[in-house]
């Protein structure tokens, strides 16, 4: 085995080693740390998927040498170190871009805390990428959901408080679906390792005697991981959750958390059930039912918002709706497009929510739409990543968030009775997005109205370099795709190969 192959593991290790070492260091050395693993994460990824794409080679890498049922295992492939490498770098330019607001909005005695927080949830997300193991998928699930809300809850308000509780209730509602699921899974087939579910998955399917309790487990597993991606309607959570956060925490509750669910998924339907058994069950047609009435529903809801931070949160659930539809459309190429939504929107919501908060510094800290107008000759370097970021949510060409609605488009003149409403959700969602994300883009440009006192701010590099370097990544995404789609496809390949 090359020493490359051992990174996944080294990367989930170091994280839980840095959360104690942090826990003990306080807030100056504990933020040094985890910029500093954020940064070794980043390395170590990409040299899993050069080596991985490179060699073209899947390989599952069995931690104490035990075999199935008593081993564990973690997989690598090109998708797995692919997705760890895309949330390293949100995270690490979330925390560099967010820290003067970490600083301001969380007390002194908390900051370590949340450096702890940040830890485990990157060592929770590596894990939910890298793992071969249903059940450690679960364990890392709970951890995901601990120390989300505690970023979450970090910034010390009662209305903060609040959506904690309510994120904590729906994140634990979910939690408990999926893990009912595994147990119906478990009692089905008596394994917990990805493949020998795979392979006993499909002779199960096969023999016809167990397949209303394996499609008991499936929906019981999607939908739990439904409600904890945000998925319509059970997204209520979400947009008091991301808009209460401190601008770091929202970046990553938005940009990652939910995107590592929904990774899960996929890799739960290619790598443990099948793809043929779960579209066999049927849930996927409720996934794109759901995801479709998110991408609209969510979208009149952040028309109506009046809080620029709840209108961005609104967009999130309208935009995981795409990422559920493509899971939903039932075919490699939506499962493709789905990937593709997940990196544009990791990219460019996670610049949204910076420059938002920018823009609201530049507005005396307000958020409403009234406030807000002019905002962007106050401090023009956040007008111009919100409206690069709000033109990408539209899929104007030549943004990241183009590419996958082209291939969602394309995609669905090849489905069946699926084909007209997935059509028709595109077009309006992609109108409703124009009413609200435009207007919005249009709004902090106008003249500033008279007797208003906000003056022009000066600037902040170190908080904006970071917004532009995820705009120079989504521009290099919607430019220039197609590295990006071959590595997708090399991964899907190598997904059914295993």
Known sequence: MSFVQNFPFFSIILCLLCAVVTFVAGDRWGRRLTVALLSVSIV???????????????????MGHFPAPWGNEIMAGVLEPLMALVFSVVMLLSVLGGMRHIEHDIGDGSRALYWVM??????????LCYTNDIFTGYVFIEICTIASCGILCARESGRTLLASMRYMVF?????????????????????????QLLETVGAVWQNGAYRPAVTIAVGLISTGLAIKSGLFPFHTWLPEAHSQASVASSCILSGVIVKGYAFLLIKIIYRAIGPAVYYATGVQNILLV??????????????????????????????????F???????????????????????TKSMLFLSAVQLSDASQRHMDFPHLRGAGHRDPAA???????????????????????????????????QRWPVLLALVASTVLN????????????????????????????????????????GLAMGIHSAPLTALLRQGFALFSRY
Request: with cysteine; aromatic share 12%.
């Open 44 to 62: 170590l990824q990409g040299c899993v998927l050069w080596f991985c794409a490179h060699n073209n080679i899947s390989y599952a890498y069995m």
């Open 434 to 473: 124009v009413l609200y994300f435009l207007y919005t883009a249009v709004l902090i440009w106008l003249p500033q109205e008279e007797g208003c006192t906000c003056r022009r701010i000066k600037a902040h590099w170190d908080e904006k370099l970071p917004a532009f370097v995820l705009l120079a990544l």
């Open 290 to 323: 759901l995801g479709l009435g998110g991408m609209v529903i969510c979208s009149v809801s952040a028309i109506r918002a009046r809080h620029l931070k709840v209108m961005v949160a609104y967009s999130s659930a309208a935009q995981i709706g795409y990422i």
């Open 118 to 127: 940040v830890d485990l949830t990157l060592v929770s997300l590596l894990a």
């Open 171 to 195: 994140s634990l509602v979910g939690s408990g679906l999926f893990f009912i699921g595994v147990v119906y899974l478990y009692s089905v087939t008596g394994q917990l390792l990805f493949p």
């Open 383 to 417: 007008g111009i990543l919100f409206t690069a970021g709000a033109l990408s949510m539209v899929g104007v060409p030549l943004f990241a968030g183009f590419i996958p609605k082209l291939y969602f488009a394309q995609e669905a003149f090849s489905l069946g009775w």
């Open 325 to 347: 539809m493509g899971i939903g459309m039932g075919t490699q190429v939506g499962m493709l497009a789905a990937i593709l939504q997940v990196i544009n929107h990791a990219l």
